[in-house]
C-alpha cells in the first residue's frame, strides 16, 4: 500500500513538474512575442539626432508605449552616449549609442575625375629572379622573406617614396641592406644583400609607386573645402592591398564613352584625363569608403551646386531616390530606388543596396558601371549615401555607404 502511494505520488510529482515547465516556456514564449517585446526588436540600433532637446523629444513617453521607457547618458567607458532601454521603469533590456550633432550641409557631387595616387613608400607588387655575374639564378628579396604585398619605407634608415629612389639607394649600398617595411599594419626590419646585374644592383623585387584611374565624386563642403571621392578603397591590382597615400590629386576627367554592363561582366565608363585637365584638389587619404582631400581655391565655384542636409542613418528608408552621376559626359540625375538598409553604428561599406530604375540609365549603361563608384544618392532632399558596388549578376543593382558615415570618416567638421 506503501508502495502504491510511493508510486502515485511520483508520477504526480513528475506531472507537476512538466506541466510547471510547459507553463514557464509559454509564459517565456508569451512574453517574447508580447507588445512590449515586439517594441524592443524593432528599435533602432542607434539614435541620432541634432541636439540633446530633440534626443529627448524622440525618447518621450509617447514613443514607448507598453510598459516601455527610455533614457539617455554619457557612457564614459565606451566614450559616447548611449540610450537604455526598460522594461516596467527599471529593467534594462537593450543600450544602444546615441550620436548627437548638427547635420552636416554638403554639395552633391556627380562629376568625373580623375584620380592620381602616390604611396607612401612602394608597394611590392611581386618578387623574381635573375642571373648573378656568376651565371647563377638569385633572388635576394625573396630569400630574405620580403613578400608581395609589403610597403618598402626605408632603406638603411632613409625614407624613400619612389622605385626610382629604391633603386638609387640599393646600388650605393656595399653589402646588406636593412629595409624596412609594413606588413599587415606592422614595420619590420629585412636584412638584403643587393647582387650585381646587367643593370646594376638589384633585390629581385617588383615595386609600384603609383596609380591612377577614374571614378566620381561624391560631395564637398564650402565651409572646409573637404572633399569625397569613389565611395570605396583603392586597392593595388596584382596584391589587393590598400593603398597608403603620400599625396595625390583630383581632377576633371571627360567621359569617352561607355561598356554596356550584362549579367556576369560588369561595365564600364571609358574617360580620360591629363596634364591639361583642371584640377580641383588634393587626395590625403585613402580608406574603405573612398578617398578625400581639399579642393583648391576656385574649385568650389567651377563645381557649382547648391548644399543640402546629410541624412542621418534612420532617415534613410527604402523607396524612391535619385542617383546624380555623369554616364553620359555631365552630372545628371537619374532616378533610383533604396531597396536595403543595413543598420550600421560607424563606418562599414555595403550598408545600402539600391536598384537603378530610370529607362535612359538602364538602356545607355544596364545599370551601375565601373566609373561610377561615388555617384551620390539623394532621398527627401538630403544625402542618402554614395553608389560604391556593382552587383556583378545582376549590374540593375549595386551596394552604397551611407554618406553620413563617409563624412564622419574623413573627420569633417
Request: aromatic share 8%; proline share 5%; charged share 20%.
Amino acid at each position: 500500500m506503501k508502495k502504491d502511494r510511493k508510486t502515485r505520488c511520483a508520477a504526480f510529482g513528475a506531472y507537476y513538474v512538466k506541466v510547471t515547465a510547459a507553463l514557464f516556456a509559454f509564459a517565456i514564449f508569451a512574453f517574447g512575442h508580447s507588445a512590449p517585446m515586439r517594441e524592443i526588436r524593432e528599435l533602432p540600433s542607434a539614435y541620432y539626432a541634432e541636439s540633446e532637446q530633440s534626443l529627448a523629444k524622440r525618447l518621450g513617453a509617447s514613443a514607448f508605449p507598453h510598459a516601455v521607457t527610455a533614457d539617455s547618458r554619457y557612457d564614459e567607458t565606451l566614450g559616447c552616449r548611449t540610450v537604455s532601454i526598460r522594461l516596467f521603469g527599471g529593467i534594462v533590456v537593450k543600450s544602444v549609442p546615441a550620436f548627437i550633432g548638427d547635420k552636416p550641409m554638403l554639395v552633391p557631387g556627380g562629376s568625373a575625375v580623375g584620380i592620381s595616387i602616390y604611396t607612401e613608400g612602394v608597394l611590392v607588387v611581386g618578387t623574381g629572379s635573375f642571373i648573378d655575374p656568376d651565371g647563377r639564378r638569385v633572388s635576394p628579396a625573396a630569400e630574405a622573406g620580403i613578400k608581395a604585398g609589403d610597403v618598402i619605407l626605408l632603406v638603411n634608415g632613409i625614407p624613400i617614396a619612389t622605385g626610382k629612389e629604391l633603386s638609387s639607394l640599393l646600388g650605393a649600398v656595399q653589402g646588406a641592406a636593412v629595409i624596412t617595411v609594413e606588413r599587415a599594419g606592422e614595420r619590420k626590419e629585412i636584412t638584403v644583400v643587393p647582387v650585381d646585374s646587367d643593370s646594376g644592383k638589384r633585390i629581385g623585387a617588383w615595386v609600384r609607386d603609383s596609380t591612377i584611374g577614374i571614378g566620381t565624386l561624391s560631395f564637398y563642403e564650402r565651409s572646409s573645402g573637404l572633399t569625397a571621392a569613389l565611395g570605396h578603397a583603392v586597392l593595388d591590382a596584382d596584391t589587393g592591398a590598400l593603398l597608403k597615400v603620400r599625396n595625390g590629386e583630383l581632377v576633371l576627367a571627360s567621359i569617352l564613352g561607355v561598356t554596356k554592363g550584362a549579367q556576369g561582366a560588369p561595365g564600364e565608363l571609358h574617360g580620360t584625363f591629363g596634364d591639361d585637365s583642371v584640377k580641383l584638389g588634393t587626395i590625403e587619404g585613402n580608406t574603405e569608403l573612398g578617398i578625400f582631400g581639399r579642393l583648391y581655391a576656385g574649385a568650389a565655384e567651377l563645381l557649382g551646386g547648391e548644399e543640402i542636409p546629410v541624412a542621418f542613418p534612420d532617415e534613410v528608408h527604402t523607396g524612391n531616390a535619385v542617383i546624380i552621376t555623369s554616364a553620359f559626359g555631365e552630372p545628371e540625375e537619374f532616378s533610383c530606388r533604396i531597396i536595403r538598409t543595413g543598420r550600421q553604428n560607424g563606418p562599414a561599406p555595403k550598408g545600402l543596396v539600391i536598384e537603378i530604375t530610370d529607362p535612359r540609365l538602364l538602356e545607355g549603361t544596364g545599370g551601375i558601371v565601373q566609373g561610377m563608384s561615388g555617384s551620390p544618392v539623394i532621398q527627401d532632399g538630403m544625402l542618402a549615401g554614395v553608389v560604391t558596388h556593382v552587383f556583378v549578376n545582376d549590374p540593375k543593382k549595386g551596394y552604397g555607404a551611407y554618406a553620413y558615415w563617409m563624412y564622419d570618416l574623413f573627420g569633417g567638421n
